[in-house]
């Protein structure tokens, strides 16, 4: 069974531009989970889907960073204009409907100048 | 608020030794208590988890003890080696009539010197 996929897996940007990220959760897998790791943190969620609704984005920023998941599968998450606290490492995570298993992909790693 | 908080942040031990790991929380309505393995430029991982209905759990190498009175859980890698160098996190959520949101510790970095 593959993974979560999440791409790309490094991506450097001058402050202010636009930059997104993209997700693939685990086939099957209805539960879909942004999160934000800072060097040295823990991850911190920013959105939950449960299929293709948005069920918890309390923590996501919303005024710079916006996310979607079209058809309840594969997600984007934007950051429009990114700022030099931007710069961490965005993990995504899928989970099976019922199940506490949270499976985490590779992440990107952002870096705004 | 930092609802979960973990302990040492950094951690060196001999191959072949005890490495334990703390964590304590603070919301008594959480009710699943995962840890998670992170290597450098990988995700975290699912390591091992436990309920509160259970004071104890082990797979392996590795044991998680729960004190819920204490509201703190632990985990206890046996045997400890170099390939178990890595970042650890605990964490909990509410499973159950809540947001099921997983909430981290800042983790701890184990060194396990050959």
């Known amino acids: 069974e593959a993974g979560v996929v999440q791409s790309p897996r490094y991506k450097i940007i001058e402050k202010k531009q636009p930059v997104a990220f993209w997700c693939n959760p685990i086939?099957?897998?209805?539960?879909l989970y942004w999160y934000l790791q800072n060097l040295g943190q823990g991850p911190e969620l920013l959105i939950r889907y449960e299929n293709e609704e948005a069920v918890d984005d309390s923590q996501l920023p919303k005024d710079r960073f916006s996310a979607e998941r079209l058809k309840g599968v594969d997600s984007t998450l934007k950051i429009q204009p990114a700022e030099l606290g931007d710069s961490a490492v965005y993990l995504c995570a899928s989970s099976r409907r019922g199940e506490d298993t949270q499976y985490f992909g590779p992440g990107t790693r952002l870096t705004v100048l | 608020q930092q609802q979960v908080k973990q302990s040492p942040q950094s951690l060196i031990v001999q191959k072949g030794g005890i490495s334990i790991i703390n964590c304590a929380y603070e919301n008594t309505a959480f009710d699943y208590f995962p840890w998670y393995q992170q290597f450098p430029g990988k995700g975290p991982a699912l390591l091992i988890a436990i309920r509160p209905d259970v004071s104890e759990k082990k797979e392996g190498r590795f044991t998680i003890s729960f004190n819920k009175s204490a509201k703190q859980f632990s985990l206890h890698i046996m045997d400890s080696q170099p390939g178990d160098s890595a970042t650890y996190f605990c964490?909990?959520?509410?499973?159950?009539?809540?947001?099921?949101?997983?909430?981290f510790g800042k983790g701890t970095k184990l060194t396990v010197n050959p």
């Open positions: 964490a909990a959520s509410q499973t159950q009539g809540g947001s099921e949101k997983l909430v």
């Open positions: 086939s099957g897998h209805n539960t």
